[in-house]
């Protein structure tokens, strides 16, 4: 069985990916790596229910360290993008080189992310990315396809799970998407 890590941006979005994967055939461990996430509060919801989520689908979750400061530290200068520009690019890249590098250091054979179920995100720039940053080993899984973001809410409601209307950095909270 082919093992794959899952990036997960949060719980809503990682319970239909996981199961999508599980179906498949894949051995599924996530990885909440988000340092973007803003205020801390929102942080620590938003794993609180990746943790749920990982009880739900008898998945281990993976915690990544939470530096927001080294997120803004790097990603300030973009402030004035709009949501799913440059800053959007540079943060899916910063958050899939953190997921290959576990990847790599945890043998999986694979790795993808969550980022994907989403309508507002563009999942032909995040497959570009992935393969820029793992090759091979990026696993390119649309999974908005296959009526993905629908089974994802409907699932956070039969599971009671919190579902934020940001993205999750400062400078999405507000913005249109």
Same mark, same amino acid.
């Given at each position: 069985?082919?093992? *794959? /890590? ?9 319970? &239909?990916?996981? @199961? ?5 055939? +894949? ?61 959007? *690019? /540079? ?9 290959? &590098?576990?990847? @790599? ?5 694979? +790795? ?66």
């Amino acid at each position: 069985m082919k093992k *794959v /890590l899952l990036h997960i941006c949060c719980g809503i979005c990682a319970i &239909a990916s996981i @199961r999508r994967l599980q179906e498949e055939g +894949f051995y599924v461990e996530g990885l909440f790596f988000n340092p973007n996430i803003h205020p801390e509060e929102e942080y620590l919801r938003r794993l609180a229910v990746a943790r749920q989520v990982g009880l739900i689908t008898a998945t281990k979750i993976i915690e990544s360290v939470y530096e927001p400061q080294k997120w803004q530290d790097t990603f300030g200068g973009f402030s004035d993008e709009p949501e799913g520009g440059k800053r959007c *690019v /540079l943060c899916y890249e910063y958050r899939l080189k953190e997921t290959f &590098a576990v990847c @790599r250091e945890n043998s999986f054979d694979y +790795f993808t992310s969550t980022l994907t179920i989403s309508p507002h995100k563009d999942s032909a720039a995040i497959f570009q990315i992935g393969r820029a940053v793992g090759a091979e080993h990026f696993l390119a899984v649309d999974f908005k396809k296959k009526d993905g973001f629908k089974i994802a809410s409907r699932l956070a409601r039969e599971h009671n799970l919190y579902r934020q209307n940001y993205c999750g950095c400062a400078y999405s909270k507000g913005r249109a998407v």
